[in-house]
Nanobody, 122 residues
Framework: QVHLVESGGGLVQAESSLRLSCAASGSAFSRYAMAWFRQAPGKEREFVAAIAWSSSSTYYANSVKGRFTISRDNAENTGYLQMNNLNPEDTAVYYC???????????????WGQGTQVTVSS
């Protein structure tokens, strides 16, 4: 069982940066892939980025590639999403998720945090 808590969201201006954190409880986190998803008002939840348990592989949605970086520190049971050059289209609730498989599909992740709001003003 893994419990996830996101933090680091907020209100920022366009072209700013934010770093989201995902604190995990439970030793299983270090053996799980981790991902970030986001959901904007009136839209479906969408994949943002994923990282393998060993950090050997990462994968990004085209919309964030080159601007966002996913990472993790298994010793600290924490995952991160560094977001640079934010734009208003990045406004959403951001969720971290963990699961056995490295995937971009939300169905593959059984463990989810409660989300953190990111709002980017123009």
């Amino acid at each position: 069982q893994v419990h996830l808590v996101e933090s680091g969201g907020g209100l920022v201006q366009a072209e700013s940066s934010l770093r989201l954190s995902c604190a995990a409880s439970g030793s299983a986190f270090s053996r799980y892939a981790m991902a970030w998803f986001r959901q904007a008002p009136g839209k479906e939840r969408e994949f943002v980025a994923a990282i393998a348990w060993s950090s050997s592989s990462t994968y990004y949605a085209n919309s964030v590639k080159g601007r966002f970086t996913i990472s993790r520190d298994n010793a600290e049971n924490t995952g991160y999403l560094q977001m640079n050059n934010l734009n208003p289209e990045d406004t959403a609730v951001y969720y971290c998720a963990a699961g056995e498989y490295f995937s971009s599909y939300h169905d593959e992740y059984p463990y989810w945090g409660q989300g953190t709001q990111v709002t980017v003003s123009s």
